[in-house]
């Protein structure tokens, strides 16, 4: 097996892995058999319009090695990104936008970095795909993911806003969509003045 087919072995690996997580937690979620079968239609018609658009468009643009391994690593990433916050949401989990009946509002785990880690694990594993494996097809598959991430999105955000109302305000202005804040330094005032009373206390005694 060479590295070229690796990749795409691994790729395939981690999709599946997704949506056998998403399928088993909907089933404990009650989800309706309507729903569920909506759900496989929609799937099928994605995974069989971008399999032929990758059959008739050539497949692979370009093939770098050392570019492919990482985007390997980034849709890696974005699964354990996913296991960790679906398991962190527990029974608040549900694949509708409004919010279930045992719905809490979470902000451990994940949840204390981005407000939507689903669907930004979702994002990771969709341009580590398109990295690893670019092609016409995935990369309208990407897009349309992404497409349909941020309508879906912004619809939950105005459903939890809903259900929790200020406490959920305070959370989305505290807590970013999909890109965690980076740490920041203590103010330099801080800094200063601390360094001021740790001087005058190792002077102060030798001036007695």
Known sequence: MNVLTLADALLAVAWALLLGDLFHAAGRARVTP????????????????????ERTTGGRIAWRPVAGMAGVLLAWAGLALHSWARRTLARSWS??????????L?????????RHPLYGAILLLAVGTVVAHCSRATLV???????GIAIKRRAEDRALEARFGNRWRAYAARVPAFVPRLPQDPPLAEWDVDAE???ATLVAPETK
């Open 141 to 147: 598959v990407s897009v349309g993911v992404a497409l």
């Open 106 to 114: 979470t902000d451990t785990g994940p949840y204390a970095h981005l």
């Open 34 to 53: 309507a729903r569920r079968l909506l759900g496989v239609g929609l799937l099928a018609v994605i995974l069989g319009g971008g399999w032929l658009l």
């Open 197 to 199: 009373k740790w001087t």
């Open 95 to 104: 694949p509708l936008v409004t919010p279930s009946s045992e719905a809490v």
